[in-house]
T-cell receptor, first 112, second 116 residues
Framework: GNSVTQMEGPVTLSEEAFLTINCTYTATGYPSLFWYVQYPGEGLQLLLKATKADDKGSNKGFEATYRKETTSFHLEKGSVQVSDSAVYFCALLMDSNYQLIWGAGTKLIIKP | DAGVIQSPRHEVTEMGQEVTLRCKPISGHNSLFWYRQTMMRGLELLIYFNNNVPIDDSGMPEDRFSAKMPNASFSTLKIQPSEPRDSAVYFC??????????????FGPGTRLTVL
């Protein structure tokens, strides 16, 4: 079946460090891929998305590239801030479907 | 746009009581989702409505849970009777689906339910 695997957290970094959160997927077709972010005490917010291979999603300094050959959608940011501390979820959605397949989430802690 | 609105934000109740959670989706959206989030099980899809019609309720845990969507701008999730294991954060999400480029779900802030 379809699934999403994220690196386990928590990930702890110092401010201005480079961030990578790994996400790989298994899918029978060609899904759309998403990163959502959940700040403490809040709902999930869409961070970025990509709908086809080689697409790059970007937002707020975060980027992720849809890599079909490695079935990956790793999240990166060049210089993190304390305000980036949150839980990050990778998810996939198959064409004409409605059910997002979620990763387990990766907690990110940024220390000043 | 105001985004997805959920009420109440926090609910504390005693075992056996009825609990009703409310959701107002984003205007113009035609799909609505109810999720439950716990540390042990992560995010679980409970039920999915499209154009106010329940399409998939396979995630509803048991008969104590019911959901309605009487119109395009309102939905409820009811638990009767509530049990301590129902304690979780319940999210409502909506989307306007008319193709792969518009498949983004927008989440509300959630209702944190505690059943004592």
């Amino acid at each position: 079946g379809n699934s999403v695997t994220q690196m386990e957290g928590p990930v702890t970094l110092s401010e201005e460090a480079f961030l990578t959160i790994n996400c790989t997927y298994t899918a029978t077709g060609y899904p759309s891929l998403f990163w959502y972010v959940q700040y403490p005490g809040e709902g999930l917010q869409l961070l970025l998305k990509a709908t086809k291979a080689d697409d790059k999603g970007s937002n707020k300094g975060f980027e992720a590239t849809y890599r079909k050959e490695t079935t990956s959608f790793h999240l990166e940011k060049g210089s993190v801030q304390v305000s980036d501390s949150a839980v990050y979820f990778c998810a996939l959605l198959m064409d004409s479907n409605y059910q997002l397949i979620w990763g387990a989430g990766t907690k990110l802690i940024i220390k000043p | 746009d105001a985004g997805v609105i959920q009420s109440p934000r926090h609910e504390v109740t005693e075992m056996g009581q009825e609990v009703t959670l409310r959701c107002k989706p984003i205007s113009g959206h035609n799909s609505l989702f109810w999720y439950r989030q716990t540390m042990m099980r992560g995010l679980e899809l409970l039920i999915y409505f499209n154009n106010n019609v329940p399409i998939d309720d396979s995630g509803m845990p048991e008969d104590r849970f019911s959901a309605k969507m009487p119109n395009a701008s309102f939905s409820t999730l009811k638990i009767q009777p509530s049990e301590p294991r129902d304690s979780a954060v319940y999210f409502c999400a909506s989307r306007r689906f008319d193709g792969p480029s518009t498949d983004t779900q927008y989440f509300g802030p959630g209702t944190r339910l505690t059943v004592l």
